[in-house]
């Protein structure tokens, strides 16, 4: 198994400009977790998705940010426009059934907002 | 909304020596896990811990579940410098079905 797939590894981006995290879970697993990483604010949960349904965005930090599941396969967060504080590690993981499961982190997106 | 603690936030020890990490709740707990984040890196599930009092046991690491379901630890003894990284708990609750992680203890090791 490939385990959890982020793209891009790194991204570095301008002020302003909108930035597409994207993630594929492991194949059978039915949650699916968005986390932020920083040095101050430690792990973060975003958001939260089960069976492809949002079930807790109360992590979500404010309008700018927004996440979609479309399908079992494949999901994504946006962050419109962005701000340099939105700078860290962006974490997905996917487990078997619910998020009380073992969590299967994928290798992270480093972005950096100028 | 509620709270995981992890103390200490950083640990610094010599190789050979022994570490402890804990993690404490405000409310009781029906489950706790253990990740680990290798610098770098990202968390990797270690264990998951149940039952009242429960102990388990990975070669050096030693994992505690205490008996009021509110508090765990993680004992490494004799670390070694593969055991730098970021170790963190995270807590499930009962009445909403809530997990969270706590801040992570980093331990580094002096060869």
């Known amino acids: 198994d490939a385990g959890v797939i982020q793209s891009p590894r790194h991204e570095v981006t301008e002020m302003g400009q909108e930035v597409t995290l994207r993630c594929k879970p492991i194949?059978?697993?039915?949650?699916l977790f968005w986390y932020r990483q920083t040095m101050m604010r430690g792990l973060e949960l975003l958001i939260y998705?089960?069976?492809?349904?949002?079930?807790?965005d109360s992590g979500m930090p404010e309008d700018r940010f927004s996440a979609k599941m479309p399908n079992a396969s494949f999901s994504t967060l946006k962050i419109q426009p962005s701000e340099p504080r939105d700078s860290a590690v962006y974490f997905c993981a996917s487990s078997f059934v619910q998020w009380t499961d073992t969590q299967y982190f994928g290798p992270g997106t480093r972005l950096t907002v100028l | 909304g509620q709270q995981v603690m992890q103390i200490p936030q950083y640990q610094h020890v010599q190789e050979g020596e022994d570490f402890t990490t804990y993690c404490n709740s405000s409310t009781t707990l029906s489950n706790i896990q253990w990740y680990k984040q290798r610098p770098g890196g990202h968390p990797v599930f270690l264990i998951q811990?149940?039952?009242?009092?429960e102990v388990k046991k990975q070669k050096r690491l030693t994992f505690q579940f205490g008996e009021a379901k509110k508090n765990s630890s993680l004992h490494i003894t004799a670390t070694q410098t593969t055991d730098v990284g970021t170790y963190f708990c995270?807590?499930?609750?009962?009445?909403?079905?809530?997990?969270?992680f706590g801040a992570g203890t980093r331990l580094t090791v002096k060869p």
């Open positions: 998705f089960n069976n492809n349904v949002p079930i807790d």
């Open positions: 995270a807590g499930e609750t009962y009445n909403n079905n809530d997990m969270r």
């Open positions: 194949s059978g697993h039915n949650s």
């Open positions: 811990l149940v039952k009242s009092g």
